[in-house]
């Protein structure tokens, strides 16, 4: 080809539709999915760095009504909704173009076909090599000398050019005859009737004779097949129609120069955002990292004092207070400095300084000086390993400004500073660096960032404190979450212990699995070869054993976990391959991972509570998250064996609320039958069984407590026909018919899902029953699918919120009860709806009796909280 310009044009809404049901259900950490965003994004990449387009542009459809439906009021007519899974991920695919800095375009009344048809006509014209990319067999029609059409197969990446002699090929027509063959065999997807009884072969065969639709309909009597001539003659008019249904217009209304798709490249600090909000990390470091460290913001002068001795105008209450510590790890870590703010100024102590001085150890450890901080749980997990125990903390900026926004990033004093305008301290990023080249600035540096600091918590805090209170949320702040922060700080400190040689041990076994396993699959391959390898495996697979191919990539069959579970009860060898995988991720991950982080000096795995993640106001744990280890596997279970009590004669004690997010439900729906469901100690699932299906107890099969149970944990999550359809195996229709039975089963919960709705439209968040708030700002955007999205979460964040109230309300209603009883057992960890416990022989009872009390009084709901509790000698026998 070799001209000037490369236009590539990308069918939008087809390439998500692949991207979409190629790829498994995705999520990322907020709930949002994004399987099509990330099918598309893989696609987009390749296509830039495999074309290096200087032009480009991606087109979508602008709505459900086009010129064609003048013609065919049903054309597209038979199409099934599109599942709201993959409606709510365009905003996202849009928004991931203008990262991009790709021209993207829609047109009404216009499909996205009839945008790439004018621009490709237009380009053909002169100097211009012109690609397109789709999944729509129907633009080969566009195929020309200087347009290639370029078709995704089954997966994603795996493509298929057109030239004119490849269609020629593929289908023994010129390209602008695919119109004449569409006309005649009709397309079910877009509803074109065509004619009855005609199929791809017989329309080739026409075309090929005769040259058009027109000329076939002109020489009937020339056709061969009394049956044939008597469906031409009956459906003439149908045919010349579905022609012109299938004809892809060239000459749209675009008001879009071809000069204007014009492509300079993209920008790594427009993209990296965007990819780390999705949660793409892969491809963020397929692109080499991440986003630019943050420049310096322009800042007020500030007088502080680099304090050279401890004076007693410098220690007043109350004053904000910096511990500066840079490693993540906080337990036990280096402390670099501290600063204080005050009425009497700010002042910067050296940690040297801070170390002699006992006034200002007395200071610390001082309940009645109170400190205003900004993560206050590193800094007292990072002072205790100094042997300071830190009193008197008032107000945390870190935990006000996640309750008052949880949808904002908060690692930063800075961050919080640049939400309320006050914009006087630089970023860690800014003074430190980062990764690798992270390191301690000259003091007068960190002197200045400290103060910066401590001056901005000061001043921050009274302004957060008063929007705590005009939210109704000073009692969510001063009495759950501030107590809880060090709640959480003292069992990050204590610590779990972990018998390493059992993780050792339990490798060892699963290793000896993985040979074992390795062996059997040899054998069944007939042949030794590298299961790891995807070229390796793809080729024993779908070549020697000949299974059926499901997914191609670039590099051969594509062996991913969903085409492998798609392939399960088709030959012995899947089976094994997908257990083999699953053992070998144990090891690795969870065997591997966790022996790293255990403490040499205290045989102890000390993980990290966030806080202030979760915008549902859930907890999670870092370094290590033992949040996911794999408990569905047994191998995964056995993993818990390792955590015991810490010493000789103690026992581990599990305490787990039962269906809170169910009963929190019926609580707040009010719903008759669920209330009953949990007053009556019934089973929910088959009491849900019994009024969908319409049966006694007696006649609820295992099969309908299956389908009951997916719709209970699935419905306030706004669960559509799709999605209940992957989860159960059965069509959309029956998902459909499924949740229509339960809604009407269920009066109270749809019309909960309807108030919270309306609530959040209404003041444009929602809340849980302890006054936590989730904004929702798209509840009432025009874009259906941005509202979607938010509708979804407006029904389940009252739900999954207060069910984590309740957890937090319990662990610092345990942790004053374990103070107030003298009991020598401790809170270890909690996990989702789960405390653990370690606990001497001689307290199990008392601390169970303790335990049920207070987490099923944590809080006052109209239907009995239910805690079950185990123990034994590890967190697995406490299962």
């Known amino acids: 080809m070799g001209k000037s310009n490369k236009l590539v044009l990308i069918d939008g809404n087809s390439i998500a539709y692949r991207a979409f049901f190629a790829l498994p259900l995705l999520n990322n950490d907020k709930g949002v999915y994004t399987n099509a965003v990330y099918g598309f994004t893989q696609m987009l990449l390749k296509i830039l760095e495999d074309e290096k387009p200087t032009h480009m542009l991606v087109a979508f459809d602008a709505g459900k009504t086009t010129f064609r439906h003048k013609t065919f009021g049903e054309y597209k007519g038979g199409r099934q909704k599109t599942p709201p899974e993959l409606s709510e991920q365009f905003p996202f695919i849009r928004q991931l173009l203008d990262a991009f800095q790709i021209k993207r375009y829609e047109l009404e009344n216009y499909e996205a076909d009839d945008i790439i048809g004018t621009l490709a006509s237009h380009a053909a014209d002169g100097d211009w090599d012109v690609k397109v990319f789709t999944g729509d067999k129907d633009l080969l029609q566009l195929v020309t000398p200087d347009v290639e059409v370029v078709l995704t197969r089954k997966g994603i990446t795996e493509v298929e050019a057109y ?128 986003e630019e460290i943050p420049q310096e913001t322009e800042k007020e002068e500030l007088t502080y004092k680099n304090a050279t001795s401890i004076e007693p105008d410098m220690l007043k209450s109350p004053s904000s207070l910096v511990v500066e510590t840079l490693t993540e790890d906080y337990h036990k870590a280096k402390i670099h400095g501290f600063a204080l703010s005050n009425e009497s100024g700010t002042f910067y102590i050296s940690s040297n300084l801070a170390e002699k001085s006992e006034d200002f150890k007395a200071w610390l450890e001082d309940e009645n000086q109170k400190k205003k901080m900004f993560d206050a749980k590193r800094a007292h997990v990072a002072l205790h390993g100094q042997g300071i125990t830190l009193n008197g903390i008032e107000f945390d900026v870190q935990l006000a400004s996640y309750l008052l926004n949880p949808s904002e990033s908060l690692d930063d004093v800075a961050d919080v500073a640049k939400q309320y305008g006050k914009l006087n301290v630089d970023a860690n990023e800014a003074v ?56 959480l700080a003292k069992m990050e400190e204590y610590g779990v212990k972990v018998k390493a040689d059992t993780l050792q041990k339990m490798g060892t076994d699963l290793e000896l699995q993985v040979t074992s396993l390795e062996k059997e699959i040899h054998d069944l391959a007939g042949v030794a070869f590298n299961i790891n390898s995807p070229k390796q495996l793809g080729e024993i697979l779908f070549e020697k054993l000949n299974l059926p191919a499901i997914k191609k990539t670039k590099t051969g069959y594509s062996t991913s976990v969903d085409v492998l579970e798609k392939l399960e009860g088709k030959h012995e060898i899947i089976n094994k391959i997908l257990i083999y995988r699953q053992l070998g991720k144990l090891k690795s991950t969870y065997i591997e991972g966790l022996l790293k982080v255990v403490k040499e000096d205290t045989g102890r795995i000390h993980t990290r509570f966030n806080q202030v993640l979760a915008q549902t106001g859930r907890l999670s744990s870092i370094d290590p998250n033992l949040q996911n280890i794999p408990i569905r596997l047994e191998a995964g279970r056995k993993i818990r064996h390792a955590f015991v009590a810490s010493k000789p004669g103690w026992k581990i004690l599990a305490a787990d609320y039962s269906q809170i997010e169910l009963r929190v439900l019926a609580h707040i729906s009010q719903d008759e039958n669920l209330i009953e469901a949990f007053k009556t100690e019934m089973d929910v699932h088959t009491k849900t069984a019994m009024d969908v299906f319409h049966v006694e107890e007696g006649e609820v099969t295992s099969e309908m407590r299956r389908h009951a149970k997916a719709v209970n944990f699935g419905i306030v999550y706004g669960i559509s026909d799709y999605g209940l359809s992957q989860s159960l195996g059965i069509t959309r ?95 270890l960890l909690t996990v989702h709806d789960e405390l653990i416990f370690e606990v001497p022989e001689e307290e199990l009872q008392k601390l169970e009796q303790i335990v049920c009390e207070v987490m099923e009084q944590a809080v006052e709901l109209d239907v009995p909280l239910k805690v079950d509790v185990n123990w034994g000698d590890s967190w697995f026998e406490a299962k």
């Open 163 to 290: 030239t004119v002699e490849q269609v020629n090929e593929r289908y023994g027509i010129t390209p602008d005859q695919i119109i004449d063959m569409k006309g005649l065999m009709g397309d079910p997807s877009d509803n074109i009737p065509g004619v009855p009884g005609v199929g791809e072969k017989t329309a080739i065969k026409l075309i090929k004779q005769f040259g058009s639709i027109e000329k076939v309909l002109d020489s009937i009597d020339g056709i061969s097949g009394a049956k044939l001539k008597e469906r031409l003659t009956e459906n003439k008019d149908q045919a010349l129609m579905s022609k012109e249904l299938a004809t892809i217009t060239k000459e749209a209304p675009v008001e879009i120069s071809l000069d204007e798709t014009n492509y300079k490249g993209f920008e790594n600090s427009l993209v990296f955002p965007l990819f780390k909000e999705l949660g793409f990390n892969s491809l963020l470091e397929r692109l080499g990292g991440d």
């Open 432 to 487: 430190y660096g980062k990764g690798a080249k992270k390191k301690l600035p000259e003091e007068d540096v960190l002197a200045e960032h400290l103060s910066r600091k401590a001056h901005t918590i000061f001043r921050l805090s009274d302004i957060l404190a008063e929007k705590l209170k005009e939210n109704e949320q000073s009692d969510l702040f001063y009495h759950l979450e501030m107590p809880l922060a060090l709640v």
């Open 733 to 827: 229709k029956e998902a459909g018919e499924f949740i229509k039975s339960y809604l009407e089963s269920f009066p109270g919960v749809q019309q909960y899902m309807k108030d919270s709705i309306t609530d959040a439209k209404q003041n444009g968040y929602v809340s849980t029953l302890l006054h936590r708030r989730r904004y929702l700002p798209e509840i009432n955007s025009r874009n259906f699918n941005l509202r979607s999205f938010a509708e979804r979460t407006a029904m389940n964040t009252p739900i999954q919120g207060t069910a984590a109230d309740i957890i937090k309300k319990a662990m610092v209603d345990m942790d004053q009860r374990l103070s107030e009883e003298k009991l020598e057992a401790k809170m």
